[in-house]
């Protein structure tokens, strides 16, 4: 009689929890309470570090690249569901493993509080919210969970570094179409003109979001449809060169459709629906051709009998795993108000006071960078009589929305002038061996800016590298004082002309410059 109890007991258990079995009743505290304990912990990261969680919001509603952010959460919610017999199968074990690297993540996200890195303070937490299933559920929960939750990598609003190199792209594979096509072609940069009319090749034409949207379908897929790693990697690696060859193809057609038929079509909105066909097509003929190299689907593991933690222990890993991140990022904040210096900077640059201020002539290119603490914008004439802007933007004390690097920080924040190029120019022999150029065109006159970061004595032109610099400055107890500077000149001939005064006139000034920054830094001090 007791034992067609017990039987009739467990036979209610496997119908009330897919995957668990009789021993799974003796095996510590129900899955579900420990699911429970873990979203709880979710929900206080999420809180601790609400001011980023907020941008990823704000990203979500105001940037199209990243519009599928909400699409996003709910993959994330679909293959967990899909995940849920493999979870219930799981014992419940806290992992030391997992609390090391909870706490990794958390040191990550303090490196980027000090430096003022969104995006890195974004990728921690989602480090730290599947640490978080590790640390509490143990490593054979960590290891499930593993794929669905990297899918949330996709949320953090990221890759608008890369929109300079594929607009670049985009016009240099526009015009090689158009030219074996037989139509004749002067390209300046992104620029190009064709027998019937003039086209630019501007920042919603780059693709973007044809990449991104690429590649977090295409990883959704590789993950649903593929179990072998090399199979994955190779749909991978179609999902990111597919939207590439769309978005040119798009160009192209566009080009020649317009071309053909007078600009009565491909302008407007067949414009944008042209994109969008092209790039459906070209992502239904992907799944058509991967799916045909499905692999079966792993069914769920049976765990040998096992016993696990009690209630208590996974109470006090929970706590543990809700207050080790903030109590880290409270001790960044703390570590950087004590290290970063409060006097507002006195920006003086004596370097160029020997040249002349011009006031008149022509507007120019004038960068914008809100949250400076000091600021010094002036037009200048040199020996030679040509004209040249100096920008020097000094920061001190960065956080959020102010700060050497941050995406509100503009060249041309007008466009009014054509964005015409984005390239790296190597300086060999000179203390400053690499600035970004970036070229403009607006009425037949042609602008060539010269852009830096100076970093507490050290100077780069990519803003990883000075992200990385400010760091270390900070981590080492010596502030975070930079500065951007952007040297401008002018010509009706081309982008090189400009270029060339530009070069000339950074050689004579720059490194006084620089000399100008350090003292600033130094008084401060």
Same mark, same amino acid.
């Given at each position: 009689?007791g034992?067609?109890?017990?039987t009739?007991?467990n036979r209610?258990?496997?119908s009330a ?7 799974a009743a003796?095996?510590?505290v129900n899955?579900?309470?420990v699911?429970g304990l ?7 990261l $999420?809180?601790?570090f609400r001011?980023y969680?907020? %941008?990823?919001l704000v ?7 990243h519009?599928?952010g909400y699409v996003?959460?709910m993959?994330?919610?679909y293959?967990l569901w899909t995940?849920r017999e493999?979870l219930?199968?799981v014992v ?5 493993k997992?609390?090391v690297? $909870?706490? #990794?993540?958390?040191?990550v996200a303090m *490196?980027?509080?000090?430096t003022s890195?969104?995006? %890195?303070v974004? #990728?921690?937490l989602? &480090?730290?919210i599947?640490?978080?299933v590790?640390?509490?559920g143990?490593? +054979?929960?960590?290891?499930?969970a593993?794929g669905?939750l ?9 890759g608008?570094?890369a929109?300079p190199i594929l %607009?670049n792209?985009t016009?240099?594979?526009t015009?090689?179409?158009? +030219?074996?096509?037989?139509v004749?072609v002067?390209q300046?940069?992104?620029n190009?003109v064709?027998?019937s009319?003039?086209?630019s090749v501007?920042e919603a034409?780059?693709g ?5 949207s ?5 990883? *959704?897929f ?6 072998r790693v090399?199979?994955r990697?190779l749909?991978m690696?179609?999902?990111v ?9 798009r160009a192209y057609?566009i080009?020649?459709v ?7 079509w491909g302008?407007?909105v067949s414009h ?5 066909i092209?790039?459906?097509i070209?992502?239904?003929?992907g799944f058509?051709v991967? *799916?045909?190299?499905?692999?079966p689907l792993?069914e769920a593991?049976?765990e040998a009998?096992?016993?696990g933690?009690?209630l ?5 890993a929970?706590?543990?795993a809700a207050?080790i991140?903030p ?6 904040l703390?570590?950087?108000?004590r290290?970063t210096g ?5 920006l003086? &640059?004596?370097?160029?006071a020997?040249?002349?201020r ?5 507007e120019?290119?004038?960068p ?6 000091a600021?010094?914008e ?5 020996r030679d009589?040509?004209?040249v802007d100096?920008?020097?933007?000094y920061? +001190?004390?960065q956080?959020?929305?102010a700060?050497?690097i ?5 060249l041309?924040p007008t466009?009014d ?12 022999g000179?203390t400053?061996?690499?600035v970004? &150029? ?11 800016a010269y852009?830096?970061?100076?970093v ?11 992200? $990385?610099?400010e760091?270390?400055?900070? $981590?080492?107890?010596?502030g975070?004082d930079?500065?951007a500077i952007?040297l401008?000149m002018?010509?009706?001939e @081309?982008l090189?002309?400009a +270029?060339l ?6 050689a004579e000034?720059? @490194?006084?410059l ?5 003292r600033?830094a130094?008084a401060g001090?």
């Amino acid at each position: 009689m007791g034992t067609e109890r017990m039987t009739s007991l467990n036979r209610q258990l496997k119908s009330a929890v897919p995957g668990i079995d009789a021993q799974a009743a003796g095996r510590g505290v129900n899955n579900l309470l420990v699911w429970g304990l873990i979203v709880a912990v979710w929900g206080a990261l $999420l809180y601790a570090f609400r001011p980023y969680v907020e %941008m990823v919001l704000v990203a979500w509603e105001t940037l199209p690249s990243h519009a599928h952010g909400y699409v996003v959460l709910m993959v994330v919610a679909y293959l967990l569901w899909t995940k849920r017999e493999h979870l219930a199968a799981v014992v419940c074990r806290p992992s030391w493993k997992g609390f090391v690297a $909870l706490a #990794f993540g958390a040191f990550v996200a303090m *490196v980027g509080e000090l430096t003022s890195v969104a995006a %890195m303070v974004q #990728f921690a937490l989602v &480090l730290m919210i599947f640490c978080t299933v590790w640390a509490i559920g143990g490593d +054979r929960a960590g290891r499930v969970a593993a794929g669905p939750l990297s899918f949330l990598v996709f949320a953090v609003p990221f890759g608008q570094e890369a929109l300079p190199i594929l %607009m670049n792209w985009t016009a240099d594979a526009t015009v090689v179409a158009l +030219r074996h096509s037989g139509v004749p072609v002067f390209q300046e940069g992104r620029n190009f003109v064709i027998p019937s009319g003039r086209w630019s090749v501007i920042e919603a034409c780059g693709g973007i979001r044809y990449l991104l949207s690429s590649v977090f379908i295409g990883a *959704v897929f590789a993950y649903l449809t593929y179990t072998r790693v090399h199979k994955r990697v190779l749909f991978m690696v179609w999902s990111v060169i597919m939207p590439l060859l769309a978005n040119w193809l798009r160009a192209y057609v566009i080009v020649m459709v317009a071309h053909h038929t007078d600009n009565e079509w491909g302008m407007g909105v067949s414009h944008l629906a042209f994109g969008w066909i092209i790039f459906g097509i070209a992502v239904f003929i992907g799944f058509a051709v991967g *799916v045909r190299w499905r692999d079966p689907l792993p069914e769920a593991p049976r765990e040998a009998p096992a016993a696990g933690s009690p209630l208590a222990v996974v109470v006090v890993a929970a706590v543990l795993a809700a207050v080790i991140p903030p109590g880290v990022a409270s001790t960044a904040l703390a570590f950087a108000s004590r290290t970063t210096g409060t006097d507002a900077p006195k920006l003086q &640059l004596d370097s160029l006071a020997d040249l002349e201020r011009d006031s008149g002539g022509f507007e120019g290119v004038r960068p914008s960078f809100p949250g400076a603490r000091a600021i010094h914008e002036a037009r200048y004439k040199t020996r030679d009589g040509e004209i040249v802007d100096v920008f020097v933007a000094y920061f +001190r004390n960065q956080q959020q929305g102010a700060e050497l690097i941050n995406v509100s920080n503009k060249l041309d924040p007008t466009h009014d002038w054509s964005w015409a190029i984005s390239s790296s120019v190597r300086r060999p022999g000179t203390t400053v061996p690499e600035v970004r &150029l970036e070229g403009y065109v607006k009425s037949g006159r042609h602008a060539a800016a010269y852009q830096l970061y100076w970093v507490n004595d050290q100077t780069t032109a990519n803003d990883t590298a000075a992200k $990385l610099l400010e760091a270390v400055s900070r $981590l080492r107890g010596h502030g975070d004082d930079s500065a951007a500077i952007i040297l401008t000149m002018y010509s009706t001939e @081309d982008l090189e002309a400009a +270029r060339l005064k530009t070069e000339a006139f950074a050689a004579e000034r720059l @490194d006084g410059l620089l000399a100008d920054l350090r003292r600033t830094a130094e008084a401060g001090r």
